[in-house]
């Protein structure tokens, strides 16, 4: 069974750090590009970024460029996402995303909160 | 970026009911895909290269559009299908999705 298991949220204060991570299991891992996608209380999708399967590319979206990180072990199976100088309006809830070729998103963590604030 | 427009925002339906929401994109686009969110829960795929059905997707839904309009519609809503659903492009970056539709009982 595939799974997508995030961690790390909670509540940050606004210009501090938070690292995010996704523990996959049920599939070849590094097979496959991997996304993060959030979603703001009570608002819609919004995809954060990408990666390669390799780790080698990334693509951010522009509000989180030179903030957000995007990585990944493969020999961990774990995506991550650090997070630096955190804004009131990054406040969300993250999901990993896995990026089947030809198929979209396929698989979806269960999410993981973030709250930036004072 | 291509923005993708949802409608209706909200729309009611009985049991039995044929459901179309609409999805339209600023710009051609390829194809579409849809994700259905339930309360509390994370998305699902639903629909991928603008037709396909996901795997466990019932046959009452399909999928449908080119260009920059496409849509998702279920033949006959069952309780199941209340939800939210957003529509999806691939086609340019940044990728986007639409602000979605919320299908209530």
């Known amino acids: 069974e595939v799974q997508l298991v995030e961690s790390g949220g909670g509540l940050v204060q606004p210009g501090r750090s938070m690292k995010l991570s996704c523990a996959a299991s049920?599939?070849?891992?590094?097979?496959?590009?991997m996304a993060w996608v959030r979603q703001a209380p009570t608002k819609g999708l919004e995809w954060v970024g990408i990666?390669?399967?390799?780790?080698?590319?990334?693509y951010d979206r522009d509000s989180v460029k030179g903030r957000f990180t995007i990585s990944r072990d493969n020999a961990k199976s774990t995506l991550y996402l650090q997070m630096d100088s955190l804004r009131s309006e990054d406040t969300a809830t993250y999901y990993c995303a896995r990026v089947n070729s030809g198929y979209g998103m396929d698989a979806w963590g269960q999410g993981a909160s973030v709250t930036v604030s004072s | 970026e291509i923005v993708l427009t949802q409608s209706p925002t909200t729309i009611a339906a009985s049991p039995g009911e044929k459901v179309t929401i609409t999805c339209r994109a600023s710009?051609?686009?390829?194809?579409m895909y849809w994700y259905q969110q339930k309360s509390g829960a994370s998305p699902k795929l639903w629909i991928y290269d603008t037709s396909k059905l996901a795997s466990g997707v019932p046959n009452r839904f399909s999928g449908s559009g080119s260009g920059t309009s496409y849509s998702l519609t279920i033949n006959t809503m069952e309780t199941e299908d209340a939800a939210t659903y957003y529509c999806q492009q691939w086609s340019s970056t940044p990728w986007t999705f639409g602000g979605g539709t919320t299908l209530e009982l």
């Open positions: 710009s051609s686009i390829g194809y």
């Open positions: 990666i390669s399967t390799g780790g080698g590319n990334t």
């Open positions: 049920g599939f070849t891992f590094s097979n496959y590009y």
